[in-house]
């Protein structure tokens, strides 16, 4: 049995099972990119519910492995040669375990790149300029007078709406098959237009592929199961 005890964070979130691989996360669009992973790729694993509402990633049992204080991350008891490795960042954890089980992007060098340039793009533009726009739309920045945040992150979320669309024109997913690109994806597109309420700033149903897209990932099994983990504690609603 893999011995976790030297890694702070197994302190505040024993490890039942410590020869699974350990998920630290909680079900938002950044976390929800390694449960769907996980329960598409079938890899055995252990979930931990990470409560940000109440600061958790800002203990210093968490911070010991991911000093950015963001969630998901991983421990993996059987990483490379046989060691466990701590990893954070959602774009950093698909790429590993696509690499870990060979499943979920391209074999081949041009198409992994291309597939791994599509999760880049969600990193740096899809996931931060929603985030943005969920704030002045529906959070603290809608109180404002000053509507030029809002309209910036209206426009920018619209633009790479767009960018996505064209993108989709003509298959079913982001390559040529279902990827970690698409697992970036989903659950920011679906909280744009749930959860921060903006289906209609963005014109969302004016897009020709993207709705189309969204329903087919969402109507996974796998993803269906993802976006529910990690379960919330009874006691901390």
């Known amino acids: 049995m893999a011995d976790l005890s030297a890694f702070p964070i197994t302190q505040r979130w024993p490890a039942l099972h410590p ?31 990470v409560d940000i509402g109440k600061d958790e990633t800002w203990g210093p049992e968490y911070l010991s492995l991911n000093p950015n204080g963001k969630i998901p991350a991983i421990l993996d008891p059987d990483g490379p040669d046989g060691q466990p490795l701590a990893l954070f960042e959602s774009g950093a954890i698909l790429i590993y375990l696509a690499d870990k089980t060979g499943q979920l992007i391209p074999t081949d060098a041009a198409g992994r790149y291309q597939t791994i340039q599509w999760v880049m793009w969600q990193m740096g533009g899809l996931g931060p300029m929603f985030g943005q726009l969920g704030f002045f739309h529906k959070f603290a920045g ?8 809002l309209q910036r992150y209206v426009a920018e979320s619209r633009h790479l709406l767009g960018v996505l669309d064209a993108r989709l024109e003509g298959r079913d997913w ?24 903006a289906r209609e700033v963005v014109e969302f149903d004016t897009l020709k592929n993207v709705p189309a897209w969204l329903e087919r990932g969402l109507a996974r099994p796998a993803v269906q199961r993802g976006l529910e983990i990690p379960k919330r504690p009874l006691n901390s609603r």
Not at 179 to 188: E, H, K, P, R, V
């Open 19 to 49: 020869d699974r691989l350990q998920l630290y996360s909680m079900n938002t669009p950044n976390g929800v990119k390694a449960s769907i992973m996980l329960e598409e790729t079938g890899l055995p694993y252990e979930p931990h519910f």
């Open 142 to 149: 809608r109180q404002y007078e000053d509507k030029r945040p």
């Open 174 to 197: 982001v390559m040529d098959d279902y990827t970690i690109a698409d697992i970036s994806m989903l659950g920011w597109v679906r909280n744009l237009i749930g959860f921060y309420e």
